[in-house]
């Protein structure tokens, strides 16, 4: 569980309109790497590459490579499903299934991949996955109530849990906290430094503070006007890409000059 990611040369495509060009980065294990920058400059499309999640929408594609300890995700022998189970997700909005209980939640994904497992070996794995994200306490009582029936924060980590429940080496996060509340977000933000003992976590978030705050590590993409595609301008620790960004682009973005 401590898998590193190397991009290289990365283009990524929706059909003829390439949206995300020519990023290389790397992605240490057991940290957190957060994306920021303005609305549309491909921080969505580019953390979905990192899943074999952009192939699924019709026409899209990458050109480059994405290497998980040498292993190009993209390689020609290599499953998606398989790519999915090392390296879950979790979005904007929290989507637990609404007629599914919180204890089926947490176990859907690793049904979906087909795994059989005993009653109580569920049991075991619903426990130590809503402990993981830190959601236990509050829902021991009533894992057969509808997860809809949780709030957005409670729905989030819920989300999170079904998440680490198939054991991904590394999980991806698009701007998770967006719909929360400032309290649920901080809980969120508290579970993230967490999880990144034992898993390598790649945020989006549209928040610097958050930025600042979670991350060990900070890319910053930027677009040079509409219909351009998105590019990384710098990556650097945290610290430093927030006290001496080298580009003056990084500067004006996470000095709220625009963006
Ligand atoms: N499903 C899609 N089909 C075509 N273009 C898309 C699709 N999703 C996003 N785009 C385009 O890709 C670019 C980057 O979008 P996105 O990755 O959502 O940016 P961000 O997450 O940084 O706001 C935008 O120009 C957007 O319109
Ligand atoms: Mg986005």
Known sequence: MSKRIDINNLNVYYGSFLAVEDVSLAIEPKSVTAFIGPSGCGKST???????????????????????????????????????????MVFQRPNPFPTMSISENVLAGVKLNNKRISRSDADDLVESSLRGANLWAEVKDRLDKPGSSLSGGQQQRLCI??????????????????????????????????????????????????????SDRTAFFNIAGTGKPGKLIEMNDTPTMFSTPVEKATEDYISGRFG
Request: proline share 5%; net charge negative.
């Open 46 to 88: 580019f953390i979905r590459t990192l899943n074999r999640m952009h192939e699924v929408i019709p026409g899209a594609r990458v050109e480059g490579e994405v290497l998980m300890d040498g292993v190009d995700l993209y390689g020609s022998d290599v499953d998606p499903v398989t790519v999915r189970r090392h390296v879950g």
């Open 161 to 214: 849990a079904r998440a680490i429940a198939i054991k991904p080496d590394v999980l991806l996060m698009d701007e998770p906290c967006s719909a929360l509340d400032p309290i649920s977000t901080l809980a969120i933000e508290d579970l993230i430094q967490d999880l990144k003992e034992q898993y390598t976590i790649v945020i989006v978030t549209h928040n610097m503070q958050q930025a600042a705050r979670v």
